[in-house]
């Protein structure tokens, strides 16, 4: 493994992943939008909040399985939609997708991969696909039809994307989604020839620069660059409706990501969608944006269990886990955590990072005094 060897905890994969790829690379994953407010605000509400530990609890046997639709997982959460997951490594996705399949928890494929889905369907597990409503959407219907077509459980709707990130990172590092080549990026590729070699070149050998694999002809061949695809993905041209469309064209599981308001989630669930991602985008979109767990409480209570409720953006830790499900949620999401592990190591990296989160939910779990992920409630939470 290498100098996975050394890797303890999420954070020393994530420096592994910084030292491995291109600076532009790194600080699209890693980064959140403008100031970087509410990237941080995540963090920070995590951090702040205090368990409560349990003692001469029979601890001996912890089980850290969950309930996820209906079907089991090893853990209370889900690997999140990353659109940068291949260039982090060769066809990242895939490497997400096997070491989720292997660790028996659901990985979700974005609409934006550079892993086409079906290749993606070939691995097994639990799949659900990520859907952006493109301009046409005629063309993101026949997209989620290819995805059920593929065998993908849940459709992920993400909706909050406004007018576009303002994402001065990308700008100063030269650095677009797809990948494209120019003198700042250039650069940065011949300061990292490790990934240079075994990212880029690969793809080069084996099709040309990396492309969204998923997007219809027209906006996969004919369009480079984020300015020009950013044009396909008009989001002032949606509405509830399209949650009634979707709802009629897709038989499995509904889940619209992006929701941090109650009345919103309440709407999402009257429109037919089965569960909600309190979700805000990772600190990448609107940085004025309160914490996903700030909001959580209030979420939770407006959708009265008619609904699953989901919580993304910001676990680092398992203890974090617990503190998303005490707080309400009903599993997690796990963005950069799990693309870290895959940025520093592929599969087996990304394999190495839930194994860390789920090492450091049993001890949490055992601290707490809940043997079961069903005990853990606002009970273990200090308040103050």
């Known amino acids: 493994m290498g100098r996975?060897?050394?890797?303890?905890?999420?954070?020393?994969?994530?420096?592994?992943a910084r030292k491995r790829l291109p600076r532009g690379v790194f600080q699209y994953l890693d980064l959140g939008t403008e100031d970087m407010v509410a990237l941080g605000n995540n963090r920070r509400f995590l951090q702040e909040t205090k368990l409560l530990n349990r003692v001469l609890v029979d601890v001996s046997k912890i089980d850290t399985s969950a309930?996820?639709?209906?079907?089991?997982?090893?853990?209370?959460?889900?690997?999140a939609?990353?659109?940068?997951?291949?260039?982090t490594w060769h066809e990242g996705e895939l490497e997400l997708a096997r070491?989720?399949?292997?660790?028996?928890?659901?990985?979700?494929?974005?609409t934006g991969s550079n892993t086409a889905m079906e290749k993606i369907a070939e691995v097994g597990g639990r799949r659900w696909f990520q859907l952006y409503m493109w301009r046409e959407k005629q063309l993101s219907y026949e997209l989620v039809k290819r995805a059920h077509a593929a065998g993908f459980e849940a459709l992920i709707w993400t909706v909050d994307i406004g007018l576009g990130a303002n994402r001065e990172h990308n700008k100063r590092n030269g650095f677009n989604t797809p990948y494209e080549a120019n003198l700042?990026?250039?650069?940065?590729?011949a300061l990292h020839p490790e990934w240079m070699l075994t990212v880029m070149a690969r793809y080069l050998l084996t099709g040309g620069m990396p492309r969204h694999e998923n997007y219809p002809p027209q906006y996969r061949d004919k369009m480079t660059g984020a300015a020009s695809q950013a044009k396909a993905l008009r989001a002032d041209a949606v509405s509830w409706d399209?949650?009634?469309?979707?709802?009629?064209?897709?038989?499995?599981?509904?889940?619209?990501?992006?929701?941090?308001?109650?009345?919103?989630?309440c709407m999402a669930i009257e429109r037919g969608a089965d569960g909600i991602v309190v979700s805000n985008h990772g600190g990448r979109?609107?940085?004025?944006a309160p914490s996903t767990l700030d909001v959580l409480p209030g979420i939770v209570k407006a959708v009265d269990k008619r609904a699953a409720v989901i919580v993304d953006s910001g676990v680092r830790r398992g203890s974090d886990l617990v503190k998303c499900l005490a707080l309400g949620a009903d599993f997690a999401l796990t963005g950069r955590a799990t693309l870290y592990g895959a940025a520093a190591g592929g599969q087996?990296?990304?394999?190495?990072?839930?194994?860390?989160?789920?090492?450091?939910?049993?001890?949490?779990?055992?601290?707490?005094?809940c043997p079961t992920i069903g005990e853990i409630n606002g009970d273990v939470l200090w308040r103050g």
């Open 4 to 16: 996975l060897d050394h890797c303890y905890n999420i954070a020393d994969l994530r420096e592994v």
């Open 67 to 79: 309930s996820i639709f209906g079907a089991p997982a090893s853990l209370p959460m889900a690997v």
């Open 81 to 87: 939609p990353t659109g940068i997951a291949g260039l």
């Open 99 to 110: 070491a989720a399949a292997a660790a028996g928890v659901p990985f979700t494929l974005a």
């Open 184 to 189: 700042k990026s250039m650069i940065d590729m």
């Open 242 to 265: 399209d949650v009634n469309r979707l709802r009629d064209i897709w038989p499995g599981k509904l889940i619209i990501k992006g929701i941090m308001r109650p009345d919103d989630a």
């Open 285 to 288: 979109n609107l940085d004025s």
């Open 348 to 369: 087996a990296g990304a394999a190495k990072a839930i194994a860390i989160l789920k090492d450091e939910l049993r001890r949490t779990m055992s601290y707490v005094g």
